[in-house]
């Protein structure tokens, strides 16, 4: 029942290379078309983190790196006061929902925070999930747009869905579309309530619910839309850089981590990102360049396309070859990081 849009989009882009183009429209695209097949609730199993399952996190934001020049597959183990110079302190970044859940069904709490949260800053999305548990009977989205998208507001029917309707309702006082699907094979309800709440801001509550009740029913959807508070509500961002390498700027962060990207190229065009996310507990340690950051090893492996940094327990990194950092500027990185729980 609980799906995860960053963890496939992660195994889905594992593999391969994704083509290139910008970013914003390929992230818009990606996440609608995973949300479709959310919105299908074919599983209705839950889905263990991938952020937790690879040794490194947020790979698969990854585009292909142009072929190592020398000078980047043979980096140096020692950072020069020049290279030092490239590295900067990660400016700091509050990402906020316009409005905050006052109500919660199924015994979910707006103060228990969310168990899911995420920011593309490039693309203005903004989304709060909250379940009581990866199988439990409901689950709640509060999703933020800076801008209209169809594939958000007005997603596709469910091919497996037993019924289906789409009705125009009034929310908070605006026009708004309910869209309400059933599938009777796995006792799933889902239904999309979504809103232009204001100029620049676009709002859509997602509930999923485990029921028998085949009704084509949004009265969740429509209580929690009906008790949002105007009061912002900051994502949070446990896991976080301290330093990054001068140029980049922050594109995606939330509970799972942080990606960084070229601020040079801001349609995506040829992205390069650096990225953090949880470390795997048994990361293999047998191959790559052994480091220590704060006292826990770790390894550093490169290849023409990628360089990986695992530090099992604590974090994982994907940094751009093109960036030409040398293993020294990595530890540095490495060691500046903001954790969810101390070194």
Partial sequence: MIYDELRMVFAEREATV??????????AVGVARRRHRARALTSGVAVALLLGAVPVAVSGWRRAAPPATPDAASAAATGTPASRAR????????????????????????????TFAEANVRVGRRALRYAASPSGPVEVELIALARPS???????????????????VRVRGHAAT??????????????????????????????????ADARLDCGIARRVAEGLVARPL?????????LVP????????????????DARDPSGSNWQCLTIGPGEPDADLTTGTKITVHGHEGRIRRDRRSIDV?????????VPVYLH??????????????LPRPW
């Avoid at 590295?87 to 969310?114: D, E, I, R």
């Avoid at 799933?188 to 619910?209: F, G, I, M, N, Y």
């Avoid at 695992?310 to 994907?318: C, D, H, N, Q, T």
């Fill in 87 to 114: 590295l900067v302190p990660a400016p700091p970044v509050a990402v906020t929902v316009p409005v905050s859940p006052g109500w919660l069904p199924g015994g979910l709490s707006p103060a228990a925070g969310p």
């Fill in 310 to 318: 695992a530090v099992p327990g604590f974090l994982g990194m994907s």
């Fill in 246 to 261: 001068r140029g980049l700027t922050l594109a995606l962060t939330g509970l799972q981590g942080d990606v960084w990207c």
């Fill in 150 to 168: 169809e594939s958000e507001t007005r997603p596709g029917a469910p091919e497996e869905a037993t019924a289906r309707e789409r009705r125009n």
């Fill in 18 to 27: 994704p083509p290139a183009g910008p970013v914003a429209d390929r992230i």
């Fill in 178 to 211: 309910e869209d309400v699907s059933t599938i009777r094979s796995t006792a799933l309800r889902a239904c999309l309530l979504s809103w232009q709440e204001r100029s620049d801001t676009w709002l859509v509550v997602h509930v999923v619910e485990q029921t």
């Fill in 234 to 242: 900051e994502i949070p961002r446990p896991l976080r850089f301290g």
């Fill in 325 to 338: 950092l040398s293993d020294a500027e990595i530890v540095r990185i490495a060691e500046s990081a903001i």
